[in-house]
């Protein structure tokens, strides 16, 4: 039973590029959610997505975007990168907003912008 | 904020002792959640406990919740050099599905 996946593992992107980065739920959960957690901090709420729909949002500037997919996976995009966009970004997927049977972390994509 | 925040910071003890860390909230919860993540990787969920338990077991770890004063503790009993990581806490509101986690405690167990 694969966990949630997430890709890439590291990225090194430059100010002012765009970067994807990419989470596929654990079977059998339908809603992701994405955190963004600072070195030396606790993960803080982007957004969560559930039925191909942004939910709920975090206080995240609009550069900060998302997608799900009809398979339930889902993107991240960042838009025109600032130095205090690297961190380290972790999904998390539940079945059902509610987290009803829990969530799932990945393993998170580390960016790095420079 | 709602964010909860972990004490102490840092931890460090031999292997064999007991390790207990705190987390204290600002609002009503629906249950607070402690996680486990080892050298900035992802989160391990341990232990979730609902806003009308007092304490929970799993193993080498017991959770209390007061949700007069709005805290929480983690002890890990019988620490193992494997239980170095970072320890977070995690909490929900009623009808709202995202996390809100404090800034962790770091635990370093020496053998």
């Known amino acids: 039973d694969a966990g949630v996946t997430q890709s890439p593992t590291h990225l090194i992107k430059t100010r002012g590029q765009q970067v994807t980065l990419r989470c596929s739920p654990k079977?059998?959960?339908?809603?992701v959610s994405w955190y963004q957690q600072a070195l030396g901090q606790g993960p803080q709420f982007i957004f969560q997505?559930?039925?191909?729909?942004?939910?709920q949002r975090g206080n995240f500037p609009d550069r900060f975007s998302g997608h799900q997919y009809p398979n339930y996976s889902s993107e991240l995009n960042v838009n025109a990168l600032l130095l205090g966009d690297s961190a380290l970004y972790l999904c998390?997927?539940?079945?059902?907003?509610?987290?009803?049977?829990?969530?799932?972390f990945g393993s998170g994509t580390r960016l790095t912008v420079v | 904020s709602q964010q909860g925040e972990e004490d102490p910071q840092a931890l460090s003890i031999q292997e064999g002792e007991n390790a207990t860390m705190n987390c204290s909230y600002k609002?009503?919860?629906?249950?607070l959640q402690w996680y486990r993540q080892n050298s900035g990787r992802g989160l391990v969920h341990l232990i979730l406990?609902?806003?009308?338990?007092r304490e929970k077991h799993s193993g080498r770890l017991r959770v209390t919740l007061d949700t007069s004063k709005k805290s929480s503790s983690l002890l890990i009993t019988a620490s193992r050099a494997a239980d170095t990581a970072s320890y977070f806490c995690?909490?929900?509101?009623?009808?709202?599905?995202?996390?809100?986690f404090g800034s962790g405690t770091k635990l370093n167990v020496k053998p």
């Open positions: 995690a909490t929900t509101e009623y009808n709202f599905n995202k996390f809100y």
């Open positions: 609002t009503s919860i629906n249950n």
């Open positions: 997505y559930y039925e191909e729909e942004e939910r």
């Open positions: 079977s059998g959960h339908d809603t």
């Open positions: 406990i609902r806003s009308n338990e």
């Open positions: 998390a997927s539940s079945f059902r907003q509610g987290g009803a049977g829990g969530y799932t």
